[in-house]
């Protein structure tokens, strides 16, 4: 696993350079933002202890395997007390639970893995935790969230965009993996969540797959616009 400092509180841990989490320092300690791949504990560890910043916090943009599978290799090795926190809706599928609410409308829910452990705590839009603002931002997922460091204005936004081929929103079609149109539960929704993401103006934005982008706004401002072409919100009558 590759580590990327981005700045002097970020750190990207990158595997098959494929796949990102973060570790990002606080307090002499770090929270670490997803938790990659399958197998990826260790290779976290090594870089947690390399870098001298012991995990003292977890926060998962949503739970696709990709994000969560190294998440009980970590709890069941990681001393306590240990904060763990996944948006409210997005906590169901944690459990296995891939049922839809009333008001839901997407493609078949797939790519989740069931976890072990429990989150310490769930969250609903706005909420602080730590120096992180958390912001809901469904459509890649049904309870997808991105978290905003209020110190510098870094935007973790999990799979809300990609930048693995170009700044895209989730659900935008394009042939080159991630696939963002087909790993995506909701475009309509991401294109929106996406506008709102836009609209925080970070100063970084650091992705689940592909490169950290600074100062992104005028990318942003091309990607949501592409994303709101594509999808445009529905009219209601």
Request: proline share 6%.
């Amino acid at each position: 696993m590759k580590i990327i400092q981005e700045s002097e509180h970020v750190y990207r841990l990158s595997r098959l350079g494929l796949v990102n989490c973060f570790l990002v320092e606080h307090d002499g300690a770090c929270t670490l933002i997803d938790t990659n791949l399958p197998g990826s504990a260790n290779s976290i560890l090594e870089s947690s202890n390399r870098l001298n910043l012991p995990i003292r916090r977890i926060l998962l943009t949503h739970a696709h395997f990709d994000h969560v599978a190294s998440l009980d290799a970590l709890a069941a090795q990681l001393p306590g007390p240990l904060e763990i926190a996944i948006g409210a809706r997005e906590s169901r599928f944690l459990t296995g639970d891939l049922s839809l609410d009333s008001n839901e409308q997407g493609k078949p829910l797939f790519g989740f893995m069931r976890c072990k452990t429990k989150p310490t705590t769930t969250l609903n839009d706005g909420a602080s935790i730590g120096t992180f603002l958390a912001l809901s931002c469904p459509g890649h997922t049904p309870g997808h969230f991105a978290f905003l460091d209020q110190r510098d204005n870094s935007l973790f936004a999990g799979d809300a965009f990609t930048t693995q081929n170009g700044l895209l929103v989730a659900g935008v079609f394009q042939l080159t993996f991630p696939f963002p149109a087909l790993f995506s539960w909701n475009a309509q929704l991401s294109a929106q969540s996406g506008a709102k993401l836009g609209d925080a103006r970070p100063s970084r934005l650091c992705v689940g797959h592909g490169k950290t982008l600074e100062n992104p706004a005028t990318a942003l401002d091309q990607a949501v616009a592409r994303a709101l072409q594509e999808h445009p919100p529905s009219i209601q009558s």
